[in-house]
């Protein structure tokens, strides 16, 4: 079956050679069902996988921005012009790589007062334009197929050119007339919805299916940025207000302690994940997630776009094509706003435009998505990533205010909806612009990455920094610099579109323009009637094609990115103990041991009362919890209980906690049926499978001087613990590994990318020697650290109530946390994945044997017999 087309904007050939499933026998149906069964699963899981890198994407741009992103947002100079507000928003979008996130973030900073409504609705207008750099990013993935480029990169752009469009023209009407302001305060009013109305939980769908993952990979203090803001307002009023130099002194200290906090959380609490006491700066830390979110998305899409690419051929991607692509020809254009109402409830649902635009736009490049297609679902999702923001009003502490700028942002789409989607030769102009940068992508690979930095990065911040200078230098630079992109812009879309109304002078060609800029384009017509002539051929078999590569290389790509993240981090293993507990937990890497414990001084634990000594102490701290019980003789079944036991508990200092829950049980009388319960809770809460010794005295460690370390301080491992040698050597044999294995990787994907048109052979069998090499050293390193697990040792710790340090004896096993950590574990999941990997490539090894040279007749013959 084949569907052909000459329109390059369109479908490209697609042919298959499958038997129609009438002419299948039994055994080939069920083959068939469950190959395609296992393909859309895996699909789902890359899709999965897909979301949590663009999450973790996110997370690394929050890092590296840092707590002091929130001192901006009272600053007068940005917020006192529309243009600035707008820039700010554009960058503060990119940063979080949802426009849900950021407009929700705004929003709630505008109901807590922290930004004015007005200068608030210029951001969220600059978030509609930042959220496109996601799926813009994503469409460099399908930089390899010319025509792919073309359409993903203009599917994408799409997004971007709407966008542009809209905030070019509602920005100036809202700032002389304030019209989506009104009408925000007028519906709010008009609800009459006050400062009384009851808040809401926020629901996020997206959150909840990928929380599981992403939060044992990092854990972000978000409202971090929002307490620094809030700092820095006060103390702004301290100086207005002429406040007394201590009162101001009180405000500053405040904001300068919230500057220095990590925007990786660490509190004692807190759940294990990967980046917990890691040694790393928050921007060495950020750097690294975002390298790897990177990688991991670019990988996840490829995959995901080739494994589309087998599932929908032949009569499934028509049908596809079809139900995409939707059209009702006796009602022309119902079809886009039925696909506008799938894109704004995929949208809701998942509560990121960033995620419906980015999942679609693959599907744009493939050919299975035309691009006026692509175009309401677009604004589906501009328009279903307001409600995220209407969420967030009902949950923030000022409603009115916070809904006044959500029905702002959904009048802000609806109005650009209005504006460039009913009229077709007005959405022609979108639609026109998206054509012309996916024809430019095509002609120039490195226009699109230029484009990324130049709109989302160095332009708002070009306007930004002539904000924070003058406005002077806005209205006399930047501004003019503005008209002068547009008047370019608006001068090649005549010339492609119009040039009879252009002046001669403008219609003549330069010598370095690229066909698709070009008013005599015959090359670039020339061009892609060949591409449509070859792409018949596409899916045709070729001798020296490697099937199993995107799975070689994808499986490599990601055991690898799991070493990258682990093996810098302190989690080979952890000493962490339970909530009540309060002692610090600590993170141990394969050189140092990380935490909390080692901001301060730390002296050696008292030695234990015993005797009547004892018995008087906990006589003394015991006392309250006496008296609450002779108050109330169920007390120990009342909510809240646990608490004074907790209480009881660390005020006994002096004793171990066998004395107390001994005398906890015995001489606490008539507190109810849960006392013992409640007794033995504590002190099971507290236990561990060592034995303490409390010889020693004096001081066991000074503190690192504070401009040793940004966060977490760390000691050499050996002054933490003793004899665990061995998990030093792990983590070399790890470093190790992971350098043969990235070799070993890239050697691989360059003979993926070449073995049809250059003899690599030997490339692959470096590429073999490498991983193997590898995979000898990441087996040394996983038996390395498991033999460390029965080794006697002893380790310095806290005592029971944080008293002091005590010598915790026993095995290395039994005293960190569940026999090890998330880099151990990475590394045995690696070296599993690795195994695999390292099969697939001794079968193409064997293969390559028998396979034609490439360019000689013999492989000629044999491709031509092929297409046969």
Request: charged share 15%.
């Amino acid at each position: 079956m084949t569907e052909t087309t000459e329109d390059k904007w369109d479908t490209k050939v697609m042919e298959s050679s499958e038997k129609a499933w009438s002419e299948r026998t039994g055994c080939e149906k069920v083959l068939f069902t469950v190959t395609q069964f296992v393909k859309v699963l895996s699909a789902f899981l890359l899709l999965y996988i897909f979301i949590i890198s663009l999450g973790l994407m996110g997370n690394a741009f929050k890092i590296i921005g840092g707590p002091t992103a929130g001192t901006a947002f009272r600053n007068s100079a940005i917020f006192g012009n529309p243009i600035a507000g707008c820039a700010l928003g554009i960058m503060a979008t990119v940063l979080v790589q949802s426009s849900s996130t950021s407009t929700s973030i705004i929003i709630s900073m505008t109901a807590s007062l922290l930004i004015k409504p007005e200068n608030a609705i210029y951001m969220i207008m600059g978030a509609n334009i930042g959220t496109s750099v996601t799926n813009t990013i994503v469409s460099m993935g399908q930089m390899g197929d010319r025509d792919e480029y073309r359409r993903a990169f203009g599917g994408a752009t799409v997004h971007d050119c709407f966008n542009l469009l809209t905030v070019s023209i509602l920005l100036p009407l809202e700032y002389i007339t304030h019209m989506l302001y009104h009408i925000g305060t007028g519906l709010v009013d008009a609800a009459g919805i006050s400062d009384d109305t009851e808040k809401t939980g926020k629901i996020d769908f997206l959150k909840v299916i990928t929380k599981p993952i992403s939060s044992r990979l990092i854990s972000v203090d978000k409202k971090l940025v929002t307490k620094v803001a809030e700092a820095s307002v006060k103390v702004e009023d301290a100086k207005a207000q002429g406040l007394a130099k201590d009162k101001l002194d009180e405000f500053e200290g405040k904001l300068d302690d919230l500057l220095k906090k990590s925007m990786i959380k660490n509190s004692r609490t807190q759940d294990n994940f990967l980046f917990l006491d890691t040694p790393m700066t928050d921007q060495g830390a950020g750097w690294l997630l975002l390298v790897v979110s990177l990688v991991m998305l670019s990988t996840t899409l490829v995959l995901f776009v080739k494994l589309l690419q087998t599932i929908i051929r032949g009569r499934v991607a028509i049908w596809m094509k079809t139900l995409l692509n939707l059209e009702f020809k006796s009602v022309p254009y119902v079809g886009d706003y039925i696909l506008l109402l799938f894109g704004a409830g995929v949208t809701i649902l998942f509560q990121s435009s960033s995620i419906t635009t980015s999942t679609l736009t693959p599907l744009v490049g493939i050919g299975l998505i035309k691009l006026d297609k692509m175009f309401p679902f677009t604004v589906g999702a501009n328009i279903g990533t307001t409600v995220t923001g209407i969420l967030a009003a009902l949950a923030s502490s000022n409603i009115p205010t916070g809904l006044a700028v959500a029905f702002a942002h959904l009048f802000f789409n609806l109005f650009g909806t209005l504006i460039w989607f009913p009229i077709p030769c007005i959405r022609a102009i979108p639609l026109g612009m998206a054509k012309g940068l996916g024809s430019l992508a095509a002609d120039l690979r490195w226009f699109p990455p230029i484009y990324i930095f130049f709109v989302f990065g160095a332009l708002p911040g070009l306007l930004l920094a002539l904000s924070l200078a003058h406005w002077a230098a806005l209205v006399f630079i930047g501004l003019p610099l503005v008209f002068i992109m547009i008047a370019i812009c608006c001068v090649f879309g005549l010339r492609a579109h119009r040039p009879a109304i252009l002046p001669t002078a403008f219609k003549k060609d330069l010598s370095f323009f690229p066909p698709s800029m070009r008013m005599s384009n015959e090359t670039e017509n020339a061009s892609a009637t060949s591409e449509a002539a070859s792409a018949s051929n596409a899916d045709l078999s070729n001798p020296r094609r490697w099937w199993s590569a995107p799975a070689t290389w994808g499986l490599g790509w990601f055991a690898l990115l799991a070493l990258w993240a682990a093996l810098p981090n302190a989690q080979w293993a952890v000493i962490k103990f339970h909530k009540i507990d309060k002692r610090e937990h600590v993170g141990i890497g394969g050189w140092s041991a990380c935490g909390a414990l080692f901001k301060k001084d730390a002296a050696w634990a008292p030695i234990p009362l015993s005797g009547s000594n004892a018995t008087i102490h906990l006589q003394s701290c015991t006392a309250d919890l006496k008296m609450k019980c002779a108050n109330k003789s169920t007390f120990s079944t009342i909510p809240g209980a646990n608490k004074e036991y907790e209480k009881s508990y660390y005020a006994c200092t002096r004793v171990d906690k066998k004395s107390w829950e001994s005398f906890c049980l015995n001489s606490v009388q008539g507190c109810g049926t849960k006392h013992k319960e409640q007794c033995g809770n504590i002190t099971k809460a507290m236990a561990r499978q060592w034995t303490t010794d409390y010889s020693a005295s004096g001081t066991k460690w000074k503190a690192p001087s504070a401009d040793d370390y940004v966060h977490n301080p760390c000691i050499p491992l050996d002054s933490l613990c003793t004899d665990v040698g061995k998990v030093t050597s792990a983590g070399t044999l790890g470093m190790a590994g992971t350098v043969f294995f990235s070799l070993g990787l890239v050697l691989i994907i360059g003979y993926a990318f070449f073995t049809e048109s250059r003899d690599l052979s030997k490339v692959l069998m470096a590429a073999a020697a490498l991983l193997m090499l590898s995979w000898m050293m990441l087996l040394a390193s996983w038996a390395c650290f498991a033999s460390v697990l029965g080794q006697s040792t002893t380790c310095y710790l806290q005592g029971d109530h944080n008293e002091g340090i005590i010598a915790a004896k026993g095995a290395f096993g039994d005293i960190i946390n569940h026999n090890g950590s998330y880099t151990y574990y990475y590394v045995i999941g690696a070296w599993v994945v690795l195994t695999a990997v390292i099969g697939l490539v001794v079968q193409r090894v064997v293969a390559e044997r028998s396979l034609p040279p490439p360019g000689t007749p013999e492989q000629e013959k044999q491709a031509t017999s092929d297409i046969a």
